[in-house]
């Protein structure tokens, strides 16, 4: 019975290895965006986060995965004699879906950046500044990536944990330099990207360290073909996991583009901070327990313990269930007061988008772990549609509820999405179940 529980609790172990770390970043994030938003007021705090998420969508959509991709075929590599050739080989390939990424990035940005200036009304001093902060935060933000899943693949939990309290750490030390500068929005932007950068560099660093530490062989010689293609299925799984990628940027970071394009800078500022309060409800899901648990079931889908794997989703499926609830009830009734502590007078319009959201990160919830189960199978098909046929009804959706109601619109048609969303996977899920149980050996 103890071996069961401390199978099925491992990913939640890990986590809390993470949560010293995340609940620095997520206090030290609430921190510096209450002074930003204070100082720079509704307007410029809307260019400012503005100018970051779209570094951000364009990064995410330019990435090919290769955190996801080592974890999962690394965890093939280690569970088959350690095979560290097999491994060198996954590096190099994460290293060139990185550069793969970056230039395609570059390339869209050079096509579309002064339209996205215009579009989004960033202010005319600022161009210069915008287009180089994209330009940097998009190569920094992509080359980290495979060091981020090497990682995660040697189990080096406590590590990264240290590391992401690097960013907002020094995010918040700068908000608080450049509100007694009175730098204004040039220096905020400044200020994150300094972070930024050191926060990434810091996660590079730690990931040559510990590969370092594992004693890996040196790597043998490898022809390109090796480098290009070396598993069998890779690309597949690659091109799905963009695919899932691209179609979960519409949830993630349209939003707030569509409010900047279709009502104005205030209402992103408003939306921002009212979707960073209710990512603390997510957090600890998304960014503590995910990273985690995917590296668990990709071990245990190697090793074909499906038994285990069933066992381990469903306990922390029920488990995530009881805290989201709580958490969304305490939302209700603190809300508003959290929202005059942190940004103002100002900021109150953002209670009632922040319950939407809030309702929506709690039905979400329930598929954080059927996720990165379906991922550790290698099923990036079902996936991508799953997050796909979603958004047939959530894009028009999004576009003519922020139309008709204005901000408290997005938070609906998010919920919806939601519901579409953890269905489907749901669904997957019981089918894969039953596939598995029906191959099992009487």
Not at 299 to 309: F, I, N, P, T, V
Not at 335 to 344: D, E
Not at 412 to 419: E, F, G, I, L, R
């Amino acid at each position: 019975m103890s071996a069961g529980r401390s199978d099925w609790t491992k990913p939640l172990r890990n986590a809390g290895r993470l949560a010293a770390g995340r609940g620095v970043q997520a206090v030290c994030s609430i921190a510096y965006l209450a002074i930003a938003a204070r100082v720079l007021g509704p307007e410029n705090f809307g260019a400012l986060v503005l100018i970051h998420s779209l570094a951000l969508a364009i990064a995410q959509f330019s990435t090919f995965g290769s955190m996801e991709m080592l974890v999962r075929f690394g965890s093939l590599a280690l569970a088959d004699g350690r095979d560290h050739q097999r491994l060198h080989r996954l590096i190099r390939y994460g290293h060139l879906l990185d550069g793969l990424g970056i230039l395609i990035a570059w390339t869209g940005m050079i096509l579309a950046a002064q339209w996205a200036l215009n579009r989004f009304e960033m202010p005319p001093g600022m161009h210069r500044l915008t287009l180089v902060y994209w330009f940097a935060a998009v190569l920094i933000m992509n080359l980290s990536q495979t060091y981020n899943g090497a990682l995660r693949l040697l189990d080096r939990f406590k590590l990264l944990a240290y590391q992401s309290t690097v960013e907002p750490v020094l995010r918040l030390l700068g908000a608080v330099l450049m509100m007694r500068l009175e730098a204004g929005l040039f220096g905020f932007l400044a200020a994150w990207f300094v972070a930024l950068l050191a926060g990434r560099v810091t996660l590079i660093l730690t990931a040559r360290w510990a590969l370092r530490r594992e004693n890996l062989p040196a790597a043998g010689p490898t022809t390109f073909r090796e480098i290009a293609n070396p598993e069998r299925g890779i690309w597949r799984f690659v091109l799905w996991l963009q695919w899932t990628t691209t179609a979960g940027l519409a949830t993630t970071q349209l939003p707030l583009l569509a409010i900047g394009g279709m009502l104005n800078n205030s209402a992103a500022g408003l939306y921002k901070l009212a979707q960073q309060i209710t990512a603390l409800l997510e957090r600890a899901n998304s960014k503590l327990l995910v990273p985690s648990l995917y590296t668990e079931l990709s071990r245990l889908s190697a090793s074909r313990e499906h038994a285990q794997r069933r066992h381990m989703v469903l306990k922390i499926t029920g488990w995530l269930a009881v805290v989201g609830a709580g958490l969304f009830v305490l939302l209700v009734l603190l809300g508003k007061p959290l929202l005059l502590l942190v940004a103002g007078e100002e900021f109150i319009g953002a209670y009632p988008v922040m319950l939407w959201l809030a309702a929506a990160g709690v039905i979400g919830s329930l598929s954080v772990t059927l996720e990165p189960l379906l991922m550790a199978a290698g099923r990036m098909r079902t996936i991508a549609l799953a997050g796909t046929l979603p958004l047939l009804v959530f894009v028009p959706l999004l576009f003519a509820l922020i139309e008709r109601v204005g901000l408290v619109g997005v938070g609906m048609a998010a919920t919806v999405y939601a519901v579409l969303y953890t269905s489907l996977l749901v669904l997957a899920v019981r089918r894969m179940f039953a596939r598995e149980a029906t191959a099992q050996p009487a």
